[in-house]
């Protein structure tokens, strides 16, 4: 993206930061249009059992096999609420972290063009970075342990409050800042593209590729999903409330950028050619690259508890930001059967 391009979608996160919201009769801590799909976020996450903040109850977003679709789809209408109530004039743009790591000529994570002053949306905590021992994500029946960080020193969202979260909090405004806590560590032990990125896209079945990505295996934040939430830290680092940085919506555009490549690679003839000689040849078959599997319910692991997730399993959203939609309308970024609700492509070098 061109500076003046940057320059748009911050004024358009800004202005939906300064709209109404039009959630209030649902979640009492909901200030602003942009809390709005915060609060669809921490509400579809699953919630620790016996907290009252989950209204449209749905199988919960993460360790499941409706992750991505989830994901893509509140990515999909949080671009169209920027279009239609603060007529931006872009595309959702996505960050591709793997720019930021030593794998790319000795980069420094800090020194990512997205943690711009001006261009970009802040850096890190006005007191640098602190040890930050938590580990996540936590299983839903648990509670998350504190956060490490504080506000961000700079940037065109410093002075920006929230009060959702933290955590599953949805009814009492809890105003705070934007906390950060940069681990370039995690960033370079989890985002790079070859020793990272290119493992996950080789794995086959939708929600071996999904789990892998998200959260491989129980330890410490690892993966291309926590470990980019990680590495910028702070309240980004919690499950719930994570959405509130806006940084959270260019990482999961990346996240959905990947799965848009694995789906792409999978279906390539040369790329097909390769797996066939560790896979099944009906695993590789194009319609697999459709077929939705993973857990209905998560466990905090991501076992197969319950389930599996199908293609007409619903997506659940809150009335005040769209209608829920089922998997199968969002599988296709091209709508090129003209069944689903989408409409975009990914362009190389997005905000990176």
Known sequence: MCDDEKLEYIRAVKCIHELPPQGTSYFGAVVTRFEDFASAHINASTAPAGNPATIFVGPGIHLTGNFLPWHRVILWEFETALINECNYKGAQPYWDWSLDTVENNGAFYDHSPVFDPVTGFGGNSYTGSMPDNTVGPAPPNSTFPEFAGNCIKDGPFKDYNHSVGPNFNLQTPTPRCIIRNFNSTLANGNLQWKEHVLPVLEEVGHYNFSKKMSFPEP???????VG????VGGEMREPWSTVVDPLFYLHHSNLDRIWAIWRKCHLKPLYRDVLLTFYPTEDLKPQNFWAMDGPRQPDGLGALTTGPTSLGDILDLPP??????SIRSVMDTKNQDGHGILCYVYEKGAYA
């Open 320 to 325: 005040f930001i769209s209608p829920s939609t």
């Open 219 to 225: 330890g410490p934040p690892r993966g291309l999903h």
């Open 228 to 231: 980019g939430h990680a590495s």
